[in-house]
């Protein structure tokens, strides 16, 4: 059986684009917090897996073994650019010890 829209017409195989009025949309059902956790745990998996499958056995242990170290170092890659410039450096720690935006002269 052909694939239709909403009136029973065919679709065009080769659509003419977004703007199409014989464009049929369909709406996902929104997925729990567990199954996006899980799909995005093997997500990651297959991916650490693929990677590095050109890579020496060493070259995989060195990895595996710096690792751990990938949160501090994206943390002062990020502390770093922020300390770099002073009056976004106050603004930043201002808020984040006060815990709320300080008024501003367009407000």
Known sequence: MAATDSTGRPLNKNPRGLFDQKL??????PECFLSFARRYFHNGFDFAAKRPARMSATARLLRLMTTPALPPLLFYRRFIVVWRKKKQREGELVGYLQGRAQPTASA
């Open 24 to 29: 049929v949309l369909t709406r996902q059902q």
